[in-house]
Nanobody, 113 residues
Framework: QVQLVESGGGVVQTGGSLRLSCAAS????????MGWSRQAPGKEREFVAS????????VYADSVKGRFTISRDNVKNTLYLQMNSLKPEDTAVYYC??????WGQGTQVTVSS
């Protein structure tokens, strides 16, 4: 059973930065496609970024392209999301996922204006 635990969320001012982490256990992390999604109050969950285990290539939502960077450390079994130039509309609960099948409990990110 794969377990994912997110951390690193918090409150930050507009223009600030945060780095989210997602620690994975219970599976072969290096073989999983990993990704981040987010859900703002009253809205559906939306894709943020993903990274292929095979190629290491990353895909981003247009809304975060150029500001967010997804990365992974297969030795530490950890996925990261570096978020820069944060905007109030980035406020949401951020979830990491493995293979779009296993999900963490989420971490809250709040960007104040």
């Amino acid at each position: 059973q794969v377990q994912l635990v997110e951390s690193g969320g918090g409150v930050v001012q507009t223009g600030g930065s945060l780095r989210l982490s997602c620690a994975a256990s219970g599976g072969t992390f290096s073989w999983y496609d990993m990704g981040w999604s987010r859900q703002a109050p009253g809205k559906e969950r939306e894709f943020v970024a993903s990274m292929s285990w095979r190629s290491g290539s990353a895909v981003y939502a247009d809304s975060v392209k150029g500001r967010f960077t997804i990365s992974r450390d297969n030795v530490k079994n950890t996925l990261y999301l570096q978020m820069n130039s944060l905007k109030p509309e980035d406020t949401a609960v951020y979830y990491c996922a493995a293979e779009n099948r296993y999900w963490g409990q989420g971490t809250q990110v709040t960007v104040s204006s």
